[in-house]
C-alpha cells in the first residue's frame, strides 16, 4: 500500500510541475518565434517608474515599471549577440528620479558597450522621468496626441497641523538634530528646510535637463526653456525638438528594422508577463492535485489504523 501511494504521489507531482509549466511558465520568459538571427529587444516601461524589484497584486502580475527588471533586461539585451537594437516601447507618467538615474545609467552604459541603436516608441504618455529615459534614444518617436515633456522634479508635502488641532491631536518629537523631522506634516516648514529642498530639487533638475542636452544634443538654455514643468503633445514635442518623429509602435520597429539592415518589421526578442488566468488556473490546480494526495495519503493511513484497533 505504502508503495502504492508513493508511485502515485510521485506522478502527481509530476503531472501537476508539467502541467503549470504548460499554463505559466517563468515570469520572465522570453517570446521568440524562431532561432535568433539579427532581431530587436523590446524593453517594456508601462506604469510609474519606481526603484528596487517589481512589486505584485493579488493577481500575482507586476507592477510599474522597476528600475531592477528594467536594469536586468537591458543587461541581458547588451549580452545578447542577436540583439542588434533596443527599442523602448514607453507608457508611464514619470517617477522616480532615482530610479530614471539607475535605469538611464545602465541605457548610457548600452550603447558605450555595443554601440547598437536605442529607439523609442512612446504610447499615452512618457512624460518627466519616463522622458529622463527616453532622451537616451537615438530616434524617438511618439503619437500626436501622446502626452511628453514635463521635465522637471517635484517634492510633495502637506501641512495637517490644523486639521489636527480641530479633532484634538498634537505630536511631540524627540529629535537628534535641527532636521531631522523636515518636511512633518504636523508643523509648517521653516525657511531653512525649504531652501534645503528647494537646493536638492535644483540639483536633480540640472542633472535632469544635462540627460536631455546630452541625449538631445541641444544647447542647455534651450532646454532650460522647455523645462517649465509643462507637457506636450508628440506633436508640440517635435516641433520644439524633443521628439524626432510622429508615428506608433510599428513604425519605431520598422526604423529599428532599418537601422540593422533588415526589411520591414524585425524579430523581436521581449520578455513577457505571467497573466491573470496563469496565475489563477496554475494556483487552482496546484490547490486540487495537492488536495487529492493528501486525501490518499488520509485513507492509506485509516486503512492501516484498522486492523491495529482490531486486536
Known sequence: MLKKIFISAILLIAVLSFVV??????????KVIAAPADRVAVINIEGT?????????????TTGASSGRLMREIREAAADSS???????????GGSVTAAEEVGRELKRFKEITDKPIITSMGDSAASAAYWLAAYSDTIYANPSTLTGSIGVYMPYMNTQELFKKIGIYTT???????????????????EEQQILQNMVNQMFEN???????GRKMDITKVKALAD????TGQQAQAVGLVDELGNYYDALEAAGKAIGVDGIPEIKE????????????????????????????????????PQAAR
Open 21 to 30: 509549466s504548460l499554463l505559466s511558465g517563468k515570469n520572465n520568459d522570453e
Open 49 to 61: 517608474i519606481v526603484s528596487g524589484e517589481p512589486g505584485e497584486n493579488i493577481w500575482g502580475e
Open 83 to 93: 540583439v542588434k537594437a533596443l527599442v523602448l516601447r514607453i507608457n508611464s507618467p
Open 173 to 191: 518629537k524627540i529629535k537628534s538634530g535641527q532636521y531631522k523631522d523636515i518636511m512633518s506634516a504636523d508643523r509648517p516648514m521653516t525657511p
Open 208 to 214: 535632469f535637463v544635462a540627460v536631455i542636452a546630452e
Open 229 to 232: 514643468g509643462r507637457v506636450y
Open 271 to 306: 520578455n513577457k508577463r505571467q497573466k491573470p488566468w496563469e496565475v489563477f488556473f496554475s494556483a487552482q490546480l496546484s490547490k486540487m492535485m495537492l488536495g487529492q494526495l493528501e486525501m490518499l495519503l488520509q485513507k492509506d493511513a485509516a486503512g492501516m489504523s484498522s
